[in-house]
């Protein structure tokens, strides 16, 4: 199975016919998909100009997206070696268990549904790695009260998500499902009061 650098060169190949391109950028999302794989593609087609079905689009806007998701990429591969190094000298002084954020974090291990959509039409706005770039702040400074990515407050709290997590608090502004380690006892009741869920089920991480 071919890995992310092999697909983006095949995307690059002017020699290839377009089709396959596109096929070989779709792939890439196998291997790397902030979003999820649907909401991702979204994204990336309406950040560049191409129908989402074109089986043809322009081979210029296929390399513009995919130097996008590129550029996503390299962002997140540099904070998760940050991130195994940070794990290794904690477990050299003895620290074992990790923290909430960082068993969120391994479920989300090579980039794929770092922050799922709920909804694959509906995902943040901005370029992948500034919004990658705020997720990892928030990370860094500790749960808050709002979405780490569009700092609004409308979440609500969804338990039926086709993807891990299977339930958790949505953003009703941006779309992505918040990771439950970023956001206060307070905030997350507020979510479940917001869908009408008993409070009463929620048990603070």
């Not at 983006?8 to 999302?29: D, M, W």
């Amino acid at each position: 199975m071919a890995g992310f650098r092999a697909l983006a060169r095949e995307v690059r190949n002017p020699r290839r016919h377009v089709t396959a391109r596109r096929t070989s950028l779709r792939k890439c999302l196998e291997r790397f998909a902030p979003y999820g794989h649907r909401a991702t593609w979204h994204h990336l087609c309406a950040r560049t100009g191409i129908t989402p079905e074109d089986r043809q689009p322009e081979p210029t806007r296929l390399i513009t997206a995919l130097e996008e998701l590129e550029e996503a990429r390299t962002l997140w591969l540099a904070y998760e070696a940050d991130f195994a190094a940070r794990r290794r000298l904690e477990k050299h002084h003895g620290i074992r268990q990790p923290s909430a954020v960082d068993d969120w974090h391994l479920h989300t291990w090579g980039g794929c549904d770092i922050m799922p959509c709920e909804s694959p039409s509906t995902h943040p706005d901005g370029r992948l790695a500034d919004v990658l770039r705020r997720l990892i702040v928030a990370m860094e400074a500790g749960p808050g009260s709002a979405c780490p990515v569009c700092a609004q407050e409308r979440l609500v709290w969804r338990e039926d998500l086709d993807r891990y997590p299977v339930a958790g608090p949505v953003c009703e502004d941006c779309g992505i499902v918040v990771p439950v380690p970023l956001l206060t006892t307070e905030a997350l009741t507020a979510s479940r009061r917001a869908a009408r869920v008993p409070v009463t089920r929620y048990a603070a991480a």
